[in-house]
Every structure is written in C-alpha cells, then in structure tokens.
C-alpha cells in the first residue's frame, strides 16, 4: 500500500509524536532521497497509458517547502471515450491539454477483440468468407473481394466476365451506402442533426437493393471465392438504376445544405490539417490521402475487375482538412453512380461462378436429383476445398483506403496465416498530427472525417 508524505516523514525521521528522535540522519537529503521519488511515483498514476503520455512538464520534488503550481505552462491528461458517441464505445483517446488546445493526443485501441485474423486460419477457404465481411461492417462487399481475390490468385482460376461485372457494381453500390453513413454521422457530430435523417433515408433505400441482390442489408457471405453465391434477380436493372437517381437527387440536398453553410465551414475549414507527407510516412490512403492533393485510388492506379473499362474521376483536393475530407466523399458518390450506371448497361451474360466442380458447389436442382451430386455439395461446404502451397497478397480500395489481404496455403483447406491490411487501422494515426494545436471542440470532426470502422482495427 502506498505510503502518504506525513507516514513517509514519520519513518525517516523515527519520530511518530513530531519531535526530534535524536538520530544523525540529515532530514532534508533523507526526505530528497525517498520522499521526492515515492510522491513523484504518485504524482504519474494517471490511470492505464499513463507511462506513454506523460505531461510536457513533470512535477520535480526536491525537498521542502513544495511550491504551488502554477497554471503557466502546465498540461493536463484526459481521456476522450471509449463511450463517446462519435467512437461508437470501442475508441479511447488520450489527450494532453493545455487549457483547451491539444497538445498531444494518443489513440488507444483494443476494445473490440474481434481476433478475426485468428479464427480465419481455423475455418475453410469456403467458410472464410463470413468472417471477413464482419470486419468492415460498413462496406462488408470490400472485404469479401479482398479475400476471394487472395484465394483466386492462389488457386489460379479466371472468373467469367459476368461474375466480374457483378462484384464490381456490388462494390460500388456498398461505398455509395458507406459513404452515405459517413455524411449522416459526420452530420449529426457536429451538430447537424438533420443530416442524420436525409443520409440515412438514401442509404436505407441502397440497402434495400443490396438485399434484394444478396438476401441480406449487411455482412452478405455473396462475394466468394470462384465467383458470387447467386446471379442476379429479376428487376434487378430497374432497383439499381431507381436507386441511383434518389442518391443523386439526396446528394444535392446534402450540398445545399452543407457545402456553404458559414457554421459548417468555420467547424471544418482549416481543422485538421494533413500534409501528403505525412500522410506518406503513416501509410495513410483513401479519402484522407487525397485531401492533400495526391490522386492515389488503386481503382485508377493498379485497376482490379473492370475499372479499365468503365469512365470515372478520382476526387482530390488540396487542403487536406476535414472540410476537404467531407467535399470528397459527397463527390465521390457521384462518381460510384456513375460506375453503377455503367455496369448496369455494360453486364454480360454468361456464368456467374467459375464452373469448377473442385471449388464451385452443384446447382441446387441437381441436389435433389443425384447422390453424388449431394455428397460433393457436402463434402464441399464441411471440408472445403484445397488451394495450393504458396502465399499472395491482393489489395483493393475499399472506402477508407486500401484494404488488403496476405494468405499463405499449405496446400489444406484452411490458411496456415491470414493478414488483414485494413485501412482504419493506419488511418487512425493520421488523428495525432490533426490534433495538435486544435481545441477540444474540434476533436470529433478530426476524428468523424478519418471514418475508422473499428471492426477492422481490431481484427
């Protein structure tokens, strides 16, 4: 238990009644020598972290009288979350203020435990895929292409041209719905509050295309390896195009709104300021990457599925402040329509799954009609299928930034190591240099325009 400074003096001194107890003990080196270390050790418990932000200027104890501090130049260590709302419950930060200007701030992360890089390497290459889509539970279709991409380049298949088409248009359906989120929180964080309303009215209505194409709103297990769970529906041409015009039609609502707006642009104009350099040395991507003025969209840069053949804009701008970072994700919506469009117009016939019986399970018609066909069907989703030895690596741009997986195969059905790349995890520590000379008022705009998903932080 620790000792307080009186008990401490009482035991250097020897003289419980406050009179002297006649020993030759110098008083004055004896109080420097085990009072000052044991009330500086106090003096740091400031809860779990502590050791790793610590104060600019410590409390130095030499020996009485202990002067008064003073209030120049002194900082002050809070905690931010991990209850806030903005954070979702699963984001702590620790800040250093002085007064209300931030000096330093520290994510801490860790409170969600999902260990899905772990419990990947424990299921199938089939089963694979319903774990990753609850990674990012905001754009699910991203970490399901990343990790059927891994699994295709170690199995060396070509995917039929339909199937391509498909996960493109799934995709860009899934950012406009992620970005659509990100402007109705990033809304109602800052005090707009009707944001919240017109984003998720939009977005309510993409999911509900997303549904009828997969069966589910979210965490769709429909982008698998060899292809897609299913083909498309009937009708399935005049709900993604219907959709596409009340995006366009809530996307100028949101620029009316916000864009000119004198309060929207004194929270966000110039707060939270990132260099590319920065953004370089922290491998920073996405959004946040190019509101500094750096094009970079693997879309564009290192074209995956039919990017190539479909017209579109990458949005960047300049500034690199929260201001830039929503100016972005409100264009770049326009811009995934406009690739909806396109793949609506331009989707091919044909199969939409590679018809490999090795990988790819009978049609349900024929489970009812032939044994061996049941039994593939069984053996096929209780073991797997075998992809052989060697390791890849396969990368996407998901809509935070570039999202990647690293697999390595023994040559069994299950991966011997699984690695996620996501990108909220390096995207959070772009909010330690926004921080820094930045009130406290303007910490849940930095932290609500990096857009961390935590649940591919903690993986």
């Known amino acids: 238990m620790s000792l307080t400074e009186e008990e ?66 002194q900082t002050m260590i809070i905690n931010m979350g991990p209850q806030h709302p903005s954070t979702h419950g699963v984001l702590r930060m620790m800040m250093e203020l002085d007064g209300e200007t931030v000096v330093r701030a520290k994510p801490v992360i860790g409170y969600l435990h999902t260990g899905m890089e772990k419990t990947g390497e424990e299921l199938t290459y089939v089963q694979g895929a319903t774990n990753v889509t609850r990674m990012d539970y905001v754009s699910p279709l991203s970490n399901e292409l990343v990790f059927a991409t891994a699994v295709e380049q170690l199995l060396d298949v070509e995917l039929p041209e339909r ?28 005090g707009a509050v009707n944001m919240m309303l017109y984003g998720w009215r939009e977005r309510e209505e993409v999911l509900r295309v997303l549904e009828i194409i997969t069966g589910l709103r979210m965490n769709h297990n429909f982008i698998r390896p060899g292809g897609l769970a299913a ?10 195009l219907g959709v ?16 000119e707006n004198p309060i929207w642009q004194s929270r966000t104009v110039g707060v939270g300021v990132i260099t590319t350099e920065q953004c370089m ?47 972005i994700r409100l264009f770049e919506v326009l811009e995934s329509v406009k690739i909806v469009r396109q793949c609506v117009a331009k989707m091919p016939g044909g199969d939409y799954r590679v018809q490999d019986k090795k990988i790819t399970p009978p ?13 593939h ?20 741009e998901s809509p935070r930034g570039e999202i990647g997986c690293y697999l ?36 849940v705009a930095i932290i609500s325009t990096c857009d961390p998903i935590m649940g591919e932080v903690d993986r």
């Open 363 to 375: 049609p349900r018609a024929r489970i009812d009609e032939s044994m061996e066909a049941l039994i």
């Open 244 to 259: 596409c015009e009340q995006v366009e039609a809530g996307i100028a609502d949101y620029d009316k709104l916000l864009t």
């Open 281 to 327: 040395a922290l491998s920073i991507t996405g959004p946040v990457l190019r509101s500094t003025g750096f094009p970079w969209d693997l879309r564009k840069t290192q074209p995956y599925l039919a990017y190539d053949q479909v017209d579109f804009d990458v949005i960047y701008t300049d500034n690199g402040d929260c201001y830039d970072r929503y100016r």
């Open 8 to 73: 401490l003096k009482m035991q250097i001194t020897g003289d419980s009644s406050g009179t002297d107890s006649g020993d030759d003990v110098d008083e004055d080196v004896a109080e420097q020598a085990v009072i000052a270390p044991e009330l500086k050790r106090l003096s740091r418990q400031t809860g779990e972290g502590s050791q790793e932000l610590r104060p600019l200027q410590e409390i130095v104890i030499a020996g009485g009288p202990w002067p008064e501090l003073e209030g120049d130049g």
């Open 408 to 443: 390595v195969s023994d040559g069994t059905g299950k991966p011997v190591r699984m690695h996620v790349r996501g990108p909220s995890f390096y995207n959070l520590q772009a909010i330690s240099p926004m921080m820094e000379g930045r009130m406290v008022a303007d910490a």
């Open 231 to 240: 083909d498309l529906p009937d009708g399935w041409q005049e709900a993604v």
């Open 377 to 396: 069907h069984f053996k096929l989703f209780t073991e797997g299928f075998r992809v052989p030895p060697g390791e890849t690596y396969a990368r996407v």
């Open 163 to 190: 199937a391509i088409w498909m996960r493109m248009m799934l995709v860009e359906l899934n950012r406009i719905s992620s970005h659509l989120l990100f402007q109705a929180t990033n809304g109602m964080d800052m």
